[in-house]
């Protein structure tokens, strides 16, 4: 009899501990998927509209304009860039950026860079702020994403330059 009742108890607090974790999950999850739920999804092939577009007399690639595919996944952005190289080459450069305010670290021709991507508090706009070095010179620049219509994105990026600090203003329409 005395066994029969441990095993009762041992039972019971399974069963317990079963009961807690399903009902912590029935509420955490929901929470979790809300965290994305709003968000603006950037994801899709985008080509720069230089008509709309403001930039810097032959800025627009080295200020990253161009066409590019953007990939939107839960917590990751992914940004793939394909330009021809002075070599007439076709070359892909693809950037990751975690949207949960950690920092992604990508690497490029030039070296490395460390991104921090954060949501505006309505879920509309993203703020990826880039630190890199060049030259043994540290650079900070800043990309705001905007989409004004399921059609049309907006990147605005404030950059370090010889003459100060240069703004940019990049459309791109969805193909």
């Known amino acids: 009899m005395k066994r029969n009742f441990t ?4 039972n019971c607090s399974f ?3 079963l009961i807690s974790l399903t009902l912590m999950l029935a509420f955490i999850t929901p929470v979790m998927t809300n965290a994305q739920a709003g968000k603006t999804n950037f994801s899709g092939t985008w080509a720069l509209n230089a ?3 403001t930039m810097r007399q032959g ?6 304009g161009g066409n590019f595919v953007a990939k939107q996944e839960a917590n990751l952005l992914t940004v793939d860039r394909t330009r021809t190289n002075q070599d007439g080459e076709s070359v892909t450069m693809t950037s990751k950026y975690t949207l949960d305010g950690k920092e992604s670290v990508n690497t490029a021709g030039r070296g490395e860079s460390k991104s921090t991507a954060k949501w505006s508090a309505d879920g509309k706009t993203l703020t990826i702020v880039t630190k890199a070095s060049f030259n043994g010179n540290e650079f900070t620049s800043t990309e705001s994403w905007v989409l004004s219509d399921t059609k049309t994105l907006t990147v605005t990026s404030t950059r370090p330059s010889q003459d100060g600090e240069v703004t940019v203003k990049m459309v791109y329409d969805k193909k």
Request: glycine share 18%; hydrophobic share 25%; net charge positive.
């Open 51 to 53: 008509e709309k577009s």
């Open 15 to 17: 069963f317990t501990r």
């Open 59 to 64: 800025g627009g690639r080295r200020m990253g």
């Open 7 to 10: 095993d009762l108890k041992v």
